[in-house]
C-alpha cells in the first residue's frame, strides 16, 4: 500500500466529508418538506434526507423512496428511521471504511458528541480508496486494516487455518493448565465437600458467556470510535452493576438446585457468592480487554476473546475457591 493512501486513510474523516447534507426538519410533513426541496435544492448526489430538529441534531433517516411515496400531509416523523448509524466526527477515513463494510448503507451522517449532524460521506469515498490500491497483495492490506482479511478468506490450505489459529488456542491452553494448578491447591477442601468440585463447569461456563456477552458490546461501542479512559470508566459502571445482576440470578438458580439436591446449605451459598463475583469480574474484564488493546494499538478483533476466556476462568476459580475456604473454616 503506498505511503500517500496509508496516510489518507489516517485523515479526520470530517476533512472529506460534504458539509451541507440533505436536511429536513423532523416538524414539517412531507408535501412541506417537498416544497422545501424544490425552493432549495440539495448540494450533490441525493441518497438519504436527514431529519433534525430545532438545534441540528439528528433525530432520524428519511430514505428518498418513502419520501416521495408518502402521502403529502404525513409527517415526516412517522416515516423517518429513527435508529441512525452514525459516524463520529473524531473518526478517520479508515473508521468510515469499515462503517462502509459492516453496515453495507450508501451514505453515513457524522455527528458530534451531541448528535449535531456536521455532514455526511458516502461510499465513494470507500470506492475512491479501493481503486487507489496499485494491486492485490495491496487490496488485502487495505481489508486487513478494515477488519476483513481477504487472505483468510481465501485461505484453503488446512495448514494455514492450523498456523492461524493455534497460538489463540495456545492462550486456552495455558489457562486450563493453570486453572488445573489452581485446583490442585484447593484439594483439600474439594476433598471434604465433593459438590464443590462437580458445580465448577457449570461455575466456569456462566463467567464464560458474560465474559464473551461483553467482548461483543464493548467491539461494538468501539467499532468506528477512539476509546478514551473517560469513556471506559462511565462503561465499565454500567457493566459492573449490569454483571452483578447477572451473577446474583444465576448464583441464585444455582444454590437452589443444590439445595434441592440436599446439599449443604454452606455449599448453595458459596455458588451463590461464587457465581456472583465471577459473572461480576468477568464482565468487567470483558469490557476492559478490547479498549485496552485498542489503547495499546493492538487489533481488539483477533485477540479479545481468547485473553476474556483465560482471564475468566482464573478470576473465577480464585473467587470461588476462596470462599469456598472461607466458609468451609
Request: glycine fraction near 6%.
Amino acid at each position: 500500500m503506498s505511503i500517500c493512501l496509508q496516510d489518507k486513510l489516517k485523515d479526520p474523516v470530517v476533512k472529506h466529508m460534504r458539509l451541507n447534507p440533505p436536511r429536513l426538519h423532523l416538524d414539517l410533513t412531507v408535501g412541506e418538506a417537498l416544497s422545501e426541496i424544490r425552493r432549495h435544492p440539495p448540494e450533490g448526489r441525493i441518497i438519504y434526507f436527514y431529519a433534525v430538529d430545532s438545534d441540528n441534531r439528528l433525530r432520524g433517516v428519511i430514505p428518498t423512496r418513502r419520501l416521495l411515496l408518502a402521502p403529502s400531509d404525513q409527517p415526516l416523523r412517522e416515516i423517518m428511521v429513527r435508529q441512525v448509524v452514525a459516524i463520529p466526527d473524531t473518526a478517520t477515513v479508515l473508521d468510515a471504511c469499515e462503517f462502509f463494510t459492516m453496515h453495507k448503507l450508501l451514505a453515513f451522517p457524522v455527528v458530534d458528541e451531541q448528535r449535531h449532524l456536521l455532514g455526511m460521506v458516502d461510499v465513494d469515498l470507500y470506492t475512491e480508496e479501493v481503486h487507489e490500491l496499485e494491486n492485490v497483495g495491496a487490496s488485502d492490506q487495505l481489508f486487513q486494516l478494515i477488519g476483513v482479511t481477504a487472505a483468510q478468506a481465501r485461505r484453503a490450505s488446512v495448514l494455514d487455518a492450523f498456523r492461524y489459529r493455534l497460538p489463540w488456542l495456545g492462550c486456552n491452553l495455558v489457562s486450563g493448565i493453570l486453572a488445573a494448578f489452581l485446583a490442585a491447591q484447593y484439594e483439600s477442601v474439594m476433598a471434604e465437600v465433593v459438590a464443590l468440585a462437580a458445580f465448577i463447569p457449570v461455575v466456569l461456563a456462566l463467567a464464560e458467556s458474560v465474559a464473551m456477552q461483553s467482548v461483543t458490546l464493548s467491539l461494538q461501542v468501539l467499532h468506528g470510535q477512539r476509546p478514551t479512559w473517560a469513556s471506559l470508566f462511565i462503561k465499565l459502571r454500567r457493566e459492573l452493576l449490569t454483571g452483578l445482576l447477572l451473577g446474583l440470578a444465576t448464583g441464585v438458580a444455582v444454590g437452589l438446585v443444590s439445595l434441592w439436591w440436599d446439599i449443604k446449605g454452606f455449599v448453595a451459598v458459596t455458588l451463590l457468592g461464587g457465581i456472583t463475583g465471577g459473572v461480576t469480574l468477568s464482565a468487567v474484564l470483558g469490557m476492559t480487554l478490547p479498549y485496552m488493546l485498542r489503547l495499546l494499538r493492538r487489533d481488539p478483533q483477533v485477540a479479545s476473546g481468547p485473553i476474556a476466556l483465560a482471564s475468566a476462568d482464573l478470576v473465577t476459580l480464585l473467587f470461588y475457591f476462596n470462599l469456598a475456604v472461607a466458609m468451609f473454616r
